[in-house]
């Protein structure tokens, strides 16, 4: 996982989803929230805010999911509310489970260097950066989702890029953790 900042809501987004969204709940009291999928609209926008990135990999995917962060099952009232988006890979989006809310560590929430790619293995370590108050849910993630063998696949084909053009900046935009883990290995003389 690499450091993810908010973005400010769309301006138009309570006006498009929000509103009608909330309205529509009031509606369908016991429906799926799925069935009006308004956020769909501005999932541009959720890719742009993410840099492209998936949201807990922190690689670069080229389709992802508004996911919400609190389940629907959990809280459908968040279901268009901006606060509760994240842009995640789908093969994420569909491992994340609601018994995981408040489990996962939430990209806003990590900070610079808390976590590290191992190298040749591509499996994500925790650092001793990461505060005591995170480290839970920082191992909680790393466990179910970021050293599955999916995610790590996803890592070790940014490394073979690599060594294939020597080119630091694909890494780093591909998978910046890769990148650092390159760059601090002197085997691969970035």
Not at 22 to 36: E, K
Not at 148 to 160: D, F, G, H, W
Request: hydrophobic residues 40%; glycine residues 6%; aromatic residues 10%.
């Amino acid at each position: 996982m690499i450091p993810v900042a908010p973005a400010p809501e769309p301006k138009d987004f309570d006006a498009k989803c929000r509103i009608p969204g909330n309205a529509w709940l009031q509606s369908n009291p016991g429906t799926d929230p799925h069935r009006n999928a308004l956020w769909t609209a501005f999932s541009k926008e959720l890719r742009k805010a993410f840099n492209d990135r998936c949201g807990i990999l922190g690689i670069y995917i080229h389709e992802g999911h508004v996911d919400h962060w609190v389940s629907l099952r959990t809280d459908r009232t968040r279901a268009f509310e901006w606060t509760n988006y994240r842009y995640l890979a789908g093969s994420v989006n569909t491992a994340k489970k609601p018994a995981w809310d408040g489990k996962l560590l939430d990209p806003f929430d990590v900070g610079e260097g808390w976590f590290e790619v191992d190298l040749p293995s591509c499996l994500i370590r925790l650092t001793d950066k990461i505060p005591t108050e995170f480290r839970a849910r920082a191992q909680f993630t790393a466990d179910n989702i970021l050293n599955r063998p999916k995610p790590i696949a996803y890592r070790a084909e940014c490394l073979t890029r690599w060594k294939e053009r020597k080119e630091i900046a694909v890494a780093e935009l591909l998978a910046p953790l890769v990148a650092e883990a390159i760059r601090r290995d002197p085997k691969y003389g970035a």
